[in-house]
């Protein structure tokens, strides 16, 4: 993906974004920001990531 694909994601992103990045179901990008190692930001019950932390994680991954 390129540079300019990557910043044309919401500085932070949502289940739904991880599904159209990834192509994988809801409930698998569920599953993946249940991980330990995943950079995970909850706010209440809301799960989100920062774009630039889930590209860094998905590089080392």
């Known amino acids: 993906m390129s540079r ?9 992103l949502t289940a739904v974004d991880i ?7 809801k409930p698998s ?4 920001m249940d991980r ?8 209440g019950r ?5 774009r630039e932390e889930f590209f860094l994680w998905l590089s080392n991954h």
């Open 19 to 25: 599904c159209e990045i990834l192509q994988i179901s």
């Open 36 to 43: 330990t190692d995943f950079p995970l930001i909850k706010i």
């Open 4 to 12: 300019t694909e990557k910043e044309s994601y919401p500085l932070v």
């Open 46 to 50: 809301c799960k989100r990531v920062l």
């Open 29 to 32: 990008a569920y599953e993946l």
